[in-house]
């Protein structure tokens, strides 16, 4: 007697059968091929004229395309379900490794503490600690916590070295900690904070040009004389351009006579909470952000969609990370391939 077949699996149609391995290494030499047919097509068919943006970006959607076929067999293999969730958690927790440094308040890690003090040397470290960053997280907290000069500092720090290169700021709103704001551009910060204020924009020359006067005699021979140090406005501070043990030239020199220069706002500071740092820098400041409570096709369509250089993520208004723009769309399309991709 003939024992009782098993029902088979369904599976949908093989849209591409040859594995994830050969549409990985076939997407790139796609690319290569039609590139190189368009081009001869140009001078050929006397084409130069024709403009090349839209033609470009059929090739890549094009090349791209063994790479979709894939997505869609295990799509179909899977009864017709993509991983959304999948492609949403992995994106959430890119974002999470990124989610940066949180800077302490003002700067400096005692409130009591001012950057151009000597016992300012922690805020010093806080500027250092920016040189490993790649996002830095300032917190308004229920708008006391940050004054405008020391953002000041801490954005020209972050322009001057090149890092990071994003600064993200969370406030408390309706008594909940750590809700997103927006993002920016430290340098972008910069100019808008000395555009609302000229007294932190001589501040901000003053001590720049301090700086670039102690750095040019550095380089030019022997340290700065005693009287150059005069004529800079210096006069005294060797301790400050040099600092013991090693006598070397300070490497924070321009914060730390920019930390001087603001010194003065420490009596009287303007204090910076949401509705304030909305009306600095609302040109500047990127408010979108992926929620993650939203359903997840419209999450996955809409960071898709975000053709900004960053992308912040919240839960519930919460900031919990930000990732490059570009890296989403590779992320989301990792996260979607079948299992077995990587086989």
Known sequence: ?????????????????????????????????????????????GLASVPAGWVLLG???????????????????????????????????AAAARRGLVVPRNVAPQAAVSPADAGGAGAVASLRSLRGAEV????????????????????????????????????????RPGQFIGWARPSDLLERLQ?????????????????????????????????????????????????PPRDALNPFLEEQ????AVSGFDALPHELDVPQLEQLFTPVLHTTALEHSADDAAWLRAALRDEGEYIAFTDSGRYTGIVPGAAVPR?????????????
């Open 1 to 45: 007697m003939d024992s009782p077949r098993k029902p088979r699996a369904k599976t949908g149609p093989a849209f591409w059968p040859f594995g994830a391995r050969a549409a990985v290494l076939l997407a790139p030499l796609l690319l290569v091929v039609l590139v190189v047919v368009w081009a001869a097509a140009r001078t050929v068919l």
């Open 59 to 93: 090739i890549v959607g094009l090349s791209l395309l063994p790479v979709l076929l894939l997505v869609l067999s295990g799509a179909a293999a899977g009864g017709g379900t993509v991983g959304l969730g999948a492609a949403k958690t992995a994106l959430g927790a």
């Open 136 to 175: 830095v997280v300032v917190d308004l907290e229920d708008g006391h916590a940050w004054w405008q000069h020391r953002l000041l500092l801490l954005c020209a720090a972050a322009a001057r070295l090149g890092r990071p290169p994003v600064v993200v700021f969370t406030a408390q709103r309706q008594g």
């Open 195 to 243: 555009e609302a204020d000229p007294a932190l924009r001589k501040a901000y020359l003053e001590a720049s040009g301090q700086a670039a006067g102690v750095r040019l005699a550095e380089a030019s021979g022997p340290a700065p004389s005693a009287r150059l140090m005069k004529e800079l406005g210096l006069e005294g501070m060797r301790g400050l351009t040099h600092p």
């Open 257 to 260: 006579l920019l930390a001087r």
């Open 331 to 343: 992320a989301a399309l990792l996260a979607l391939l079948p299992p077995d991709a990587g086989a």
